[in-house]
């Protein structure tokens, strides 16, 4: 990725991928998922733990307790629950208060690292020779240098045969605007014009000339699936990721005693 098509969230992205390289390289794919989601959990909770209060959070916690417990066995007139409930509400809103900043916080680098997995293990580049549809949004035609690998073009929808590695396609729209190149470096499915977000998150395929009148080009990609059983959804490394990451921080708030 060039620094200049990086986001803000993708600038650790280099560590992470060496990482990943220099360490796991010779475990399978779903092995590594799992790696990174106890490393995931353990950063989270342990950075949330340093910086949120957790004294004052048992406080408050025991406080609130107190607090239900005293409307449970109120046996009075309304007037008399108005002000337990807000006591109540009170302090469910320092309680949020106190945990709000430091989760976010603490779940900066957890970020940053889905941003990165959502590109390194989302999806496949084609085999060369294969037909890849690319969908234009709007509907405009595209030219490509060399013509022959333009195999079939009806309306949005295009067919393209994907270059090896040593080949170089030159794809441009119908005014001549040179657009991208293929093969392309990383199997991100879609193109688009930079905007607003993308500096916090860049397309490390860079993105779209302003001058064109296209918009955006989906990829035909296959997505990577780690696991053999299920519905496809099942398989990929979002479920299998953020099931794991959600198992391994509520055991490590309970082994741990985290507020």
Known sequence: MGILDMGVLDLPSSLFEWLDITFFSLLAPVWRLVIWSVVTSL???FLYR??????KLEQIKRQVVQARDA???YDGDMAGLYPMIWVSLKLSMQQLGITLGPAILSSLPALCLIVWLSNAYGYELPQAGSRVTLQVQPTKKLQATPTTV???QDGGSVTVQWPTNDES???ADSHGIALFSLPLAHAIPVIHKQVWWNSLVGNPNGYLADNTDIESITFSLQKKQYLSFGPDWIRSWEAVFFSLVILFSVAIKLVFKIH
């Open 43 to 45: 950063v989270s909770m």
């Open 50 to 55: 340093i910086l949120s209060s957790q004294r």
């Open 71 to 73: 409307m449970n066995n």
């Open 150 to 152: 333009l195999t079939e």
């Open 169 to 171: 396609i030159k794809m």
